[in-house]
């Protein structure tokens, strides 16, 4: 762990929390006990629910409302949640949500996912290091998100975007 890699606070929020935050601290400890394979799966889910929460903030930045799933449909051919990553992570770049530096790391977690979850022809040879590059390129993306980042005069900054989603949920 160094500075990079550490968000210090972030959202009190169960969507926040259960699909981003908890899995990424998960597949930290798997690389720490030598699990490699369940680091890789872990950042493969973290990135893929980590694109899915991007294109929620962008609708509830944009129309105050996410698309229902019928309006998804219309646009995609069927909900984003359904859609794989590979297409997702094009949607977003083609709308400009997904900066070139976080549609290469949530491609490169697909990427590596792919190959050991996928392929029984994957050599392992290189499994420890694939498991560090998964989990720095999903933390980043997840920090991208989530995270709360501290000002020079101590106080917490929430970003406009975690601003408005959360402006949203707790009005329902």
Same mark, same amino acid.
């Given at each position: ?98 900066? *070139?530096?976080? =549609?290469? #790391? $949530? ?9 050991? !979850?996928?392929? %029984?022809?994957? @050599?392992?040879?290189?499994? *420890?290091?694939? =498991?560090? #590059? $998964? ?9 991208? !998100?989530?995270? %709360?980042?501290? @000002? ?21």
């Amino acid at each position: 762990t160094t500075p990079e890699f550490d968000i210090s606070v972030v959202p009190n929020e169960k969507k926040i929390l259960e699909n981003l935050v908890w899995p990424l601290r998960t597949a930290k400890k798997s690389f720490i006990l030598s699990d490699y394979l369940g680091c890789i799966a872990l950042c493969g889910m973290v990135c893929e629910m980590a694109i899915i929460f991007l294109f929620d903030l962008a609708a509830i930045y944009a129309t105050s409302k996410p698309l229902n799933a019928k309006q998804q449909k219309q646009i995609f051919g069927s909900t984003f949640e359904k859609l794989g990553q590979e297409k997702r992570i094009q949607v977003l770049c083609k709308v400009e949500l997904l900066s *070139e530096e976080l =549609a290469r #790391d $949530a491609d490169a977690v697909r990427k590596i996912r792919r190959q050991y !979850l996928h392929f %029984l022809s994957k @050599s392992y040879s290189r499994i *420890e290091k694939d =498991a560090e #590059d $998964a989990y720095k390129a999903s933390f980043r993306v997840v920090k991208s !998100l989530v995270d %709360l980042p501290i @000002s020079n005069e101590g106080k917490i900054v929430i970003p406009e975007h975690l601003t408005n989603y959360l402006r949203k949920k707790f009005k329902e």
